[in-house]
């Protein structure tokens, strides 16, 4: 059973830093790419970043470029996400994927080729692992 489970969020300050963590077990994580997404209060699910099975292509939502990195350790099966000067406007839970379609979808809507990120055969991968989120605020 493939389990999710999002940690480090918090309530801070405009300008602040939080590292966010995601530790997935049941499978081998250096099988699969993994992206962060994140919903605001009455607002619909966004993607914020995601990596590829070795961490090395990652893209970005406009919104988190320059201030928010994803990062990777397959050995310890763990996703990251460190997020710096963050704004009001990033208060959200955050959610860890590991879903491919998902992925792709939001890839497609930042005009990125989902090949650029996930394995050819991507489309026939039916995977769909979430967590249950983790919250950062910040208020205004």
């Known amino acids: 059973q493939v389990q999710v489970v999002e940690s480090g969020g918090d309530l801070v300050q405009t300008g602040r830093s939080l590292r966010l963590s995601c530790r997935i077990s049941?499978?081998?994580?250096?099988?699969?790419?993994v992206a962060w997404f994140r919903q605001a209060p009455g607002k619909e699910r966004e993607g914020v970043a995601c990596?590829?099975?070795?961490?090395?292509?990652?893209e970005y939502a406009d919104s988190v470029k320059g201030r928010f990195t994803i990062s990777r350790d397959n050995a310890r099966n763990t996703v990251y996400l460190e997020t710096k000067n963050l704004r009001p406007e990033d208060t959200a839970t955050y959610f860890c994927?590991?879903?491919?379609?998902?992925?792709?979808?939001?890839?497609?809507?930042?005009?990125?080729?989902?090949?650029?990120?996930?394995?050819?055969?991507?489309?026939?991968?039916?995977?769909?692992?979430w967590g249950q989120g983790t919250r950062i605020t910040v208020p205004s």
């Open positions: 049941g499978l081998r994580l250096y099988d699969y790419a």
């Open positions: 990596a590829d099975w070795s961490g090395s292509k990652t």
């Open positions: 994927a590991v879903d491919d379609r998902a992925i792709a979808a939001w890839l497609r809507t930042i005009s990125v080729p989902p090949i650029t990120v996930l394995s050819p055969g991507f489309a026939g991968r039916t995977h769909s692992y």
